[in-house]
């Protein structure tokens, strides 16, 4: 390299960018929220040492401008640091990317040491050739010598360990993040190769800084939602673990509006506003996250947030007064971080379950019951997981109930509706209302119909076997399996395995408010009627009923819900109203199934106001199918 002065290829522009380029980024990341994982960590470490560096280049250099008498002991010591602080961000990186790519211990570990043996060597020789002036050197009059160039070598070992790591492992991060890398690390050796070939040194800083502003990019941004100044879910099972790992204790305030929970729906605009207001108003150092389109979620440090009561206080009246002008339906829950659910990092399914069991536009405060109640629910939840994979169609776990139907016209039961159970080990019996709906959300539901329908065929056919008169038996189904293209398949397979007729079955079926479900449930019921399987419309009176539509449809029985059944016991021109719906179904050929008849006075009213069928505990509650034998009755003759 020859005699050469050291400063004459150093301007400290590069090197103040970076410091101005690392400030810029922490308040990027005080300002955001950002995921606190380990690699955040060490991407603050880098950010560190990357600072510590620039400015050791500047020092080092205006140490050499103004050493006295040719004295650069000064210049030496900076000098080691300086390099010292470059390979640890190096080495950093190495952690980084092994985080980053969850590599095994026993692929991690040999890549550790490879990456420890280059740092030290590099440090340690650097600074036994400073002190023994056999590397870099400076004379009396200011040249330098550069002896064997440590600095480089030990560069270059680190690129081929990194390039390696990126290039074995790279199916282990997301393609696209992992383009963004060798984007930043090429730019970073062509600044260095460039240097390099002129004979600069500004810009080695520099060329450390781009890998750490990918990171920050490509890993640590969480952008908010900047209307709504939410951040995604994801973010929030980041934080609940970081709280749980601290041992920190959170609130959470949960707002779910259903009209809103649809996909292409949004919360509108003035009411981001107000939620935008809530999450940062009352709270400090709180996180808004968006769970769904039409659910958020608030979370708050409770060490920070000691009135927390008197925030909640303040919160539910103001969110009163923005009801009031909103009305938008809701459910609000409210609560403190709870170990299990922490641990389990489940707070979404624990809301969700306690929304289940909530009424609309009410305020719900945690307790540990719902704990209690959310065990349950997993386990539930796991039972039917079971159920569906194995679908053995005579599960034990899932039992047929039935309530025998009372039929006017012959005055006999010869008819019934199948009603489901499960039997868990771990908790006994579960009724519909605790597993219908976690069946329906899951898409468990048409497993279990099939369990229902086939123990009910094996029941028909047993009663036809001893003689009894069977009309028929009904079991229900969900409106979600209609569109199931397998549906008609399955049924038809179940019914004719068991050689029992068709019509010796009958399907409950619920309105649907919706008008593709009501196309699609039209043509399922036509390929059942065809079967000459009957249907009944049940659940009528419970929702918003469309006449129109129900004309449209063949129904056989239309069931009149416990709840027309008690309205008609109120006054007179209630019956009379229950009465003509009753006898339009009548004359236009429906039958009339009353349910919920409790007792002599129900049964009186319901066959004055045109029953063909009476269900009720007057009669039976329901009980296990195969004692069904104790009400039919057998064939005459
Ligand atoms: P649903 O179809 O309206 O069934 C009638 C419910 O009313 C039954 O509750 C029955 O026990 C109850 N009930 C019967 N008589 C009386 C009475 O006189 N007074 C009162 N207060 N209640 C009476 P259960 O068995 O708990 O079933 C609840 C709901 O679960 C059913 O309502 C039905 O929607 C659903 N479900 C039951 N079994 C099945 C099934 O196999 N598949 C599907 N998809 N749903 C089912
Ligand atoms: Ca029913």
Redesign the pocket.
């Known amino acids: 390299m020859g005699q050469q002065l050291y400063f004459d290829n150093y301007s400290p522009v590069g090197d103040i960018i970076v410091l101005a380029i690392c400030f810029v980024m922490l308040i990027l990341v005080s300002n955001s929220y950002v995921n606190k994982t380990k690699n955040y960590s060490l991407f603050l470490n880098m950010i560190f040492y990357l600072i510590l560096a620039a400015i050791c280049d500047v020092v080092h250099h205006h140490l050499y401008a103004h050493a006295v008498n040719g004295n650069y002991t000064g210049v030496y010591v900076v000098r080691v640091l300086y390099h010292t602080f470059l390979f640890s961000i190096l080495l950093l990186y190495i952690v980084y990317i092994v985080e980053l790519q969850h590599l095994e211990s026993y692929r991690k570990i040999p890549i550790m040491i490879i990456a420890s043996i280059i740092y030290f060597t590099v440090i340690i020789t650097d600074i036994v050739m400073t002190v023994t002036k056999t590397g870099f050197r400076l004379n009396k009059d200011g040249s330098m010598a550069t002896g064997l160039n440590i600095f480089m070598l030990g560069y270059l070992a680190f690129m081929v360990e990194i390039i390696y790591l990126m290039i074995a492992y790279r199916d282990r991060i997301y393609k696209k993040a992992m383009f963004g890398f060798y984007g930043t690390m090429m730019v970073s050796f062509f600044i260095l190769y460039n240097q390099g070939k002129h004979g600069q040194s500004s810009f080695t800083v520099a060329t450390f800084l781009f890998p750490v502003i990918a990171m920050l990019y490509l890993v640590h941004s969480t952008p908010y939602d900047v209307e709504l100044g939410a951040i995604n879910v994801m973010a929030m099972k980041d934080l609940v673990k970081y709280y749980y790992n601290k041992k920190k204790d959170f609130l959470f305030m949960s707002l779910y509006m259903p009209d809103f929970d649809m996909e292409g729906k949004s919360i509108p605009q003035n009411l981001q506003g107000t939620i935008r207001r809530f999450a940062s108003e009352y709270f400090k150092k709180s996180v808004l996250f968006q769970i769904n389109n039409g659910h958020v979620l608030l979370m708050a440090p409770k060490s920070l947030n000691p009135d927390h009561e008197n925030r909640l206080n303040k919160i539910l009246n103001s969110f009163e007064i923005e009801y009031n002008k909103f009305k938008f339906d809701y459910k609000v829950i409210i609560g403190e971080s709870i170990e299990e659910i922490s641990r389990k990092n489940e707070y979404i399914s624990f809301i969700k379950n306690i929304h289940r069991n909530m009424e609309l536009n009410s305020v719900y405060i945690v307790s540990f019951d719902d704990v209690e109640s959310f065990n349950r629910y997993e386990l539930i939840l796991e039972e039917l997981d079971d159920i569906f994979k194995k679908r053995d169609l005579d599960d034990p776990r899932v039992l047929a ?1 039935c ?1 025998p139907v009372f039929n006017i016209k012959t005055k006999k039961y010869d008819t019934a ?5 499960l039997k868990l080990s771990e908790i006994g019996m579960v ?3 605790q597993f ?1 709906p976690i069946a ?1 959300e899951h898409g468990y ?1 048409h497993v ?2 099939e369990i ?1 329908l086939k123990k009910t065929c094996d029941e028909i056919s047993r009663l036809i076997r001893d003689g009894y008169d069977v009309n028929r038996i009904s ?4 409106v979600l ?1 209609l569109r199931d293209e397998e549906f008609i398949k399955d049924v038809d397979k179940i019914i004719g395995d068991s050689q029992i007729p068709n019509g010796k079955v009958a399907i ?1 079926i ?1 309105e649907s408010q919706n008008d593709s479900d009501f196309m699609l449930m039209k043509n399922k019921i036509d390929e059942l009627k065809d079967r000459g399987i009957k249907l009944y419309l ?2 009528f009176g419970t929702g918003y009923s469309n006449m129109e539509r129900i004309m449209e449809l063949p129904f056989d029985i239309i ?1 009149f ?2 709840s027309l059944v008690l309205a008609s016991d109120s006054d007179e021109r209630s019956e009379k109203m229950v009465g003509s719906l009753a006898s339009m179904f009548t004359e236009l050929n429906f039958s009339v199934l009353y ?4 007792n002599d006075v129900d049964e009186k009213r319901c066959i004055n106001m045109s029953a063909s069928y009476l ?4 009669y039976s ?2 009980i296990p199918i195969y004692e069904l034998n104790k009400f039919f009755s057998k064939v005459a003759g």
């Open positions: 109930y309530q509706e199948a009603l489901m159970r009724f519909p209302d219908i329906e539901i279990l119909t229902i079991v229900n189904v969900s399996e409950e619920t049940d659940d069931k819900d416990r349910e919920g008849v409790e269900q009720g505990y007057k509650r329901p």
